[in-house]
T-cell receptor, first 117, second 114 residues
Framework: EPEVTQTPSHQVTQMGQEVILRCVPI?????FYWYRQILGQKVEFLVS????????KSEIFDDQFSVERPDGSNFTLKIRSTKLEDSAMYFC???????????????FGSGTRLTVV | AQSVTQLGSHVSVSEGALVLLRCNYS??????LFWYVQYPNQGLQLLLK??????LVKGINGFEAEFKKSETSFHLTKPSAHMSDAAEYFC????????????FGSGTRLSIRP
């Protein structure tokens, strides 16, 4: 079964440093997303991306965040200057219309745990 | 605006007992509803989803959920709990079955007693 792949699984960074989280969506998917889950809290939507531009973003997704699909296969989330409160699990997801049933096959990756120290 | 509320942050049942995880939704449009499971240190796995086709939805691992519009509920059940069901369960809602963002509840941790 096709998977969304995220690397690394765990990243530790110093406060103020830039970090890039990487995702390889399912190959024929067209919609891409980032979500985050602070430890012990619920999963929160950050941003959706379609046709090489942001289609929707949440209040969390401020100027320190950016997304990019640099080469047609990877989908990245950049945090410019990390803060302690950015420590969380970050999930990538992708979706695309399936042939039957109008389903979009929304699929999540296994996540990257970011720890800011 | 859409939201889901999960009643009970932690539920503990005995192995073989009925599992009932509660979820109520709020939506100004017909909702699409989901249950996801997260095992320790793993990602989110879709258990089942409601997309208006049938009110009783069967999912993987013996779970099912019933959409009740009059009660704005989408509770998750399983007749007989297994030790391997221990995990975090998230109820979620979106505007439709397409590429809309998914809004998650706060989660319910399910523990299974031997």
């Amino acid at each position: 079964e096709p998977e969304v792949t995220q690397t690394p699984s765990h990243q530790v960074t110093q406060m103020g440093q830039e970090v890039i989280l990487r995702c390889v969506p399912i190959s024929n998917h067209l919609y891409f997303y980032w979500y985050r889950q602070i430890l012990g809290q619920k999963v929160e939507f950050l941003v959706s991306f379609y046709n090489n531009e942001i289609s929707e973003k949440s209040e969390i997704f401020d100027d320190q965040f950016s997304v990019e699909r640099p080469d047609g296969s990877n989908f990245t989330l950049k945090i410019r200057s990390t803060k302690l409160e950015d420590s969380a699990m970050y999930f990538c997801a992708s979706a695309s219309p399936l042939r039957t049933g109008g389903d979009y096959g929304y699929t999540f990756g296994s996540g990257t745990r970011l720890t800011v120290v | 605006a859409q939201s889901v509320t999960q009643l009970g942050s932690h539920v503990s049942v005995s192995e073989g007992a009925l599992v009932l995880l509660r979820c109520n939704y709020s939506s100004s449009v017909p909702p699409y509803l989901f249950w996801y499971v997260q095992y320790p240190n793993q990602g989110l796995q879709l258990l089942l989803k409601y997309t208006s086709a049938a009110t009783l939805v069967k999912g993987i691992n013996g779970f099912e959920a019933e959409f009740k519009k009059s009660e704005t509920s989408f509770h998750l059940t399983k007749p007989s709990a297994h030790m391997s069901d221990a995990a975090e369960y998230f109820c979620a809602v979106s505007r439709d079955s397409s590429a809309s963002k998914i809004i998650f509840g706060s989660g319910t941790r399910l523990s299974i007693r031997p």
